[in-house]
């Protein structure tokens, strides 16, 4: 996993709780990398995993809110990184479609070593956007947070129904618009 998500979950959790909650769970998660992480080093996601746990014993929040908030948070940091991914797709719909053919891709060149989901979509239904998760490590809370992250950025009215398929490390999103 690239430093830049452990930077910005660390970031969040300053923000959100403070920098001497930051020491506390890197200090009790006993991370290989010691916690101090270059945002474009690559890293065990395992650590990730850890840290989080901690923080959840730390703040009694569930470890799912805890990722799903982190995912929200991480679509804003990214979006700020990368703004042209916004500006080239004006709807949510439009916007979620490129992930799996534009955005990861571009990524992987951006970031060499990144591990990266699947997606597959089905758009057959009208109104609706059903995006199949699937990867080999357990994110999809991560997957759903930055799903809700980009329903924010863009402002509209949809609602999620998520399934889960396999264990955290695969789930079906059904993306219904929502009409005024
Ligand atoms: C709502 C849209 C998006 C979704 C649902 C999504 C989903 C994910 C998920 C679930 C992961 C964790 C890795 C895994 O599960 O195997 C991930 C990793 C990542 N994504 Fe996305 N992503 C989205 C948009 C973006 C955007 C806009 C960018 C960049 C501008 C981006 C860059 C990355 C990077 C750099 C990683 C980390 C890879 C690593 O640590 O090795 N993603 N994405």
Redesign the pocket.
Known sequence: ??G??FTSFLEMVETKFSLKLVDEIIESADLQSGGSYTTVG?YD?HEMIKLVVQLNEKTGIPVADLVRTF?EYL?VQ??T??PD?AVENSTVFE??QK?DSY??V??RK??P?????T?QYDTSISGMLIMT?S???P??D??EG??N??IAHYGESIEMKRINLIDGTSARFELTKVEA
């Open positions: 996993m690239k830049m998500v690559t996601h995912g679509f990214l979006l990184m990368h991914f916007f979620l992930v955005i990861h571009e990524v951006l970031y070593g990144a591990e990266l989901p997606f998760y990867s080999s490590r994110f999809a991560l997957a930055l799903i992250g980009c």
